[in-house]
């Protein structure tokens, strides 16, 4: 009964958007300057996204959460909504995903050998079971064959928008989604590649293919079906590129 209130709840007060969109948190930084070109040529079309680790906007869908929608940080995610019937179109891939290691406490020219320093105590990685930047984040260290000297030292945000938070609120490094380093707060910090971030080598993780579908819940309507293809236009892609991912 408190599941069916909450998910009403949502519908009355937190949808009422035109279009109502789950983007995985890595999204955020890029996604201001998708929906103002977007609305360049749709001003009259109202865009709402939330915002969160995949796993758990995955949840929230097949518990109801009326999404127009989906854009997950991995494909996985989506496809599990299209193979559980909760997808309207197959998942394709609208953007690759990079990751970067961040420190506005200690100087990373060691690179990937920084975080075995004991001076170290705290590495900060994104859910890796709800968020893939977080498996990515795992993957780099076991490759770098770094993990089981760093493994004590880890602490897990809920999502990599959360990574950040805590990387520049506590941690003394964290791994974050390369798009976060054009976030305007980070401004303030001055940040020098090789310095404060370095970008990690992408041979060291899978492939980050962030997955988009249209939900069951959004597919009939037109407006939603509007962005889903400007998401995958040219222009949006130009915009991904410009916030630090790879086009494929």
């Known amino acids: 009964m408190k599941k069916i209130f909450t ?14 969109i789950a983007a995985a948190a890595n999204v955020a930084y890029a996604f201001k300057a998708l ?35 989906f854009m997950a940080a991995n494909m996985k995610f989506a496809q599990s909504l299209y193979e559980d019937n909760f997808a309207s179109t197959k998942p394709v891939i609208y953007a690759q995903g990079a990751l970067a290691l961040l420190s506005v406490r200690m100087d990373l020219s060691k690179g990937l050998d920084t975080l075995k320093e004991e001076k170290v105590k705290i590495i900060t ?7 893939p930047y977080g498996q990515a984040s795992i993957e780099t260290l076991q490759n770098a064959k770094i993990y089981e000297q760093t493994k ?28 976060a380093l054009y976030e305007d707060t980070l401004k303030s910090y001055k940040l020098q590649e090789g310095k404060n971030y370095i970008l990690i080598n992408p041979k060291l993780y899978e492939p980050i293919n962030q997955g988009i579908i249209i939900t069951s819940y959004g597919k009939n309507n037109a407006k939603a079906k ?16 410009a916030y630090g991912y790879n086009i494929p």
């Open 125 to 131: 990685i994104a859910n890796p079971k709800a968020a």
């Open 7 to 20: 998910l009403l709840f949502l519908c009355i007060f937190g949808y009422s958007a035109d279009v109502n």
């Open 226 to 241: 509007k962005f889903y293809d400007f998401i995958l236009s040219k222009k949006a892609k130009e915009i991904f590129k």
């Open 35 to 69: 929906q103002k070109e977007f609305q360049k040529e749709n001003p009259d079309i109202s865009i709402n996204v939330s915002l969160g680790a995949s796993g758990n906007l995955v949840s929230q869908i097949k518990n109801g959460a009326p999404f127009d929608i």
């Open 152 to 179: 004590t030292k880890i602490i897990e945000a809920k999502s990599i928008g959360e990574a950040l938070t805590q990387t520049l609120k506590a941690a003394d490094v964290g791994f974050i989604a390369a798009s």
